[in-house]
């Protein structure tokens, strides 16, 4: 049976710090400073690290090339702006306008034909 790979938001960010070196729990204490209210952790990060291990994207031991406090400075700019709307999504900041959109999306498609066609046989009855 074949698995759907997921990608979620904080992804690309933690590859990043893996294939830099950091240890999963570092990578979760960076995590947290990009994202403040994820519930990402050294756990979460391990798997995902196995996950890349198993793929080839990295090796199991790598040397560490930058320390926590560069990873802190740097973590901000690596973040996309497609990850960072994933994560207001998924933190519930532009739930409200993602579901307001929806909404506007899907007043528009239905046709009030429908509404009418059922209205007339009504009557009929």
């Not at 933690?14 to 050294?42: D, H, M, R, W």
Request: aromatic share 8%.
């Amino acid at each position: 049976m074949v698995r759907v790979k997921k990608h979620h938001y904080w992804h690309t960010l933690a590859e990043y710090l893996l294939q830099n070196g950091l240890t999963p729990s570092e990578c979760g204490k960076v995590i947290k400073t990009a994202f403040p209210n994820t519930s990402v952790n050294g756990r979460h990060v391990g798997a995902y690290k196995r996950r890349l291990v198993e793929e080839g994207s990295i090796e199991k031991t790598m040397p560490k090339i930058i320390s926590v406090n560069e990873a802190h400075s740097i973590c901000k700019g690596l973040i996309t702006k497609d990850d960072n709307f994933v994560y207001l999504c998924s933190v519930g900041a532009d739930k409200r306008t993602l579901k307001c959109f929806e909404y506007k999306m899907t007043m528009e498609q239905e046709d009030d034909d429908g509404d009418i066609e059922e209205w007339i046989r009504n009557m009929a009855i």
